[in-house]
């Protein structure tokens, strides 16, 4: 009787441990809460391959939203990109991303850029409580269109900057007192190349900084409070190393944080009423500029979790006769902050004219939806196609 009583005494204090473990991860999880989340989708294949990184790697057409400030050292004059990524096919089928990317060399030292994001959350039936008659299909979106220039200060050194027009249309009431939502916004980038021997190779080392999305607050319909867009603040670098004439290999990383202050918790013994005032003037009364400043020092549990809110990449590509690649990477983000644990792979193909590329997601969480994302990316070099034309 009295071993019975032990493990019965063992077995309530091992779920009364479990419980505790449990609503302390309850406890801990807060993630930072934004609109127009589609502004922080990885648009492209090549960066989507190496787990998500761009501040820094070589010079593409889809730099547009990595860093801008790369666009002056592209070897090429001009670039178009035309991206898709089918998004949250473990959950719906009608859900994607496309994303337009172009670029133009002004003489040796600038560059102007442009791209256009559309975001499609598919259709969504949402009937009606008065009658079939009244039944109503919705097909909400978001797409921005933001445009950059870039110049050269240095052989070197190299800094952008760029305005984008941000647009959303997740309205299911389409009366007159119901409008789209919009904000505007700004980026600014810093860039960093030079060459390092190592050894006996020259290998290029590149540095990069990208805030993006330093804007207006957005509202909704039906909302009385805005809301804060996703700015972003991007550190990376890569080291590209030429193995012989035809093979190269580059390792890169990235750590990102996002500028938007985090929701203050509800302390012990705090009455609702008076949880919901303190977060209207710690959260909803705060401007996005203050907010940017907040984030650095606003988590509930401290500079612990100013630390889970950085989330960092990591990723490789290998080239062979700048017409083959095979690229790898992981991205991290905290399970208190969201989970998004993944590696991700790709391959491409380049042609003196194009170049077709592909990325795809592996999750490491359970029942994460990203898990076998695909990516795609169609790319023209103009100096090619001009080229084409020249010789015919």
């Not at 559309?118 to 949402?126: A, I, K, P, Q």
């Amino acid at each position: 009787m009295k071993k019975r009583r032990i493990i019965f005494v063992v077995l309530l204090l091992t779920l009364l441990s479990l419980e505790m473990q449990a609503q302390d991860k309850r406890d801990m999880y807060n993630p930072v809460n934004y609109a127009v989340i589609s502004q922080t989708i990885a648009p492209d294949a090549r960066a989507g391959g190496m787990g998500d990184v761009g501040a820094a790697t070589d010079p593409d057409v889809n730099s547009q939203y990595w860093n801008p400030a790369k666009y002056p050292f592209t070897i090429s004059r001009a670039g178009v990109a035309m991206n898709y990524t089918p998004w949250l096919r473990q959950l719906v089928s009608d859900m994607d991303l496309a994303y337009l990317a172009g670029y133009y060399r002004i003489g040796n030292y600038s560059a102007v850029s442009s791209s256009i994001r559309y975001f499609s959350l598919g259709e969504v039936y949402l009937g009606s409580s008065i009658s079939e008659d009244d039944n109503m299909t919705i097909h909400p979106y978001e797409m921005s269109v933001d445009v950059a220039y870039s110049m050269m200060l240095s052989e070197k050194f190299s800094w952008a900057a760029g305005l984008r027009w941000i647009h959303s249309d997740m309205r299911y009431d389409y009366s007159e007192d119901s409008s789209p939502a919009s904000a505007f916004a700004a980026d600014i980038g810093l860039y960093y190349q030079n060459y390092l021997n190592i050894g006996a190779r020259e290998c290029q080392l590149g540095l990069g900084l990208n805030i993006s999305n330093i804007g207006s607050k957005i509202t909704f319909s039906g909302d009385e409070e805005s809301q804060f867009i996703p700015t972003n603040l991007r550190l990376g670098t890569s080291l590209m190393i030429p193995v012989d004439e035809y093979n190269r290999f580059t390792i890169s990383a990235d750590a990102n944080k996002l500028l938007v202050p985090t929701i203050p918790k509800q302390e012990e013994g705090e009455t609702t009423e008076d949880y919901r005032q303190r977060v209207i003037s710690q959260y909803s009364d705060v401007s996005s500029i203050s907010g940017i400043f907040k984030s650095f020092s606003d988590a509930p549990n401290g500079f612990k979790e100013e630390l889970e809110e950085i989330q960092w990449s990591v990723g490789a590509e290998y080239i062979y006769h700048d017409q083959f690649s095979i690229r790898a990477g992981y991205h991290h983000e905290s399970e208190n902050k969201g989970n998004r644990k993944y590696f991700t792979v790709g391959a491409g193909f380049r042609m003196s004219v194009f170049s077709l590329d592909a990325g795809y997601v592996i999750s490491m969480a359970k029942s994460n939806p990203l898990d076998q994302t695909l990516r795609f990316t169609l790319s023209f070099d103009m100096d090619g196609i001009k080229d084409l034309f020249r010789r015919r």
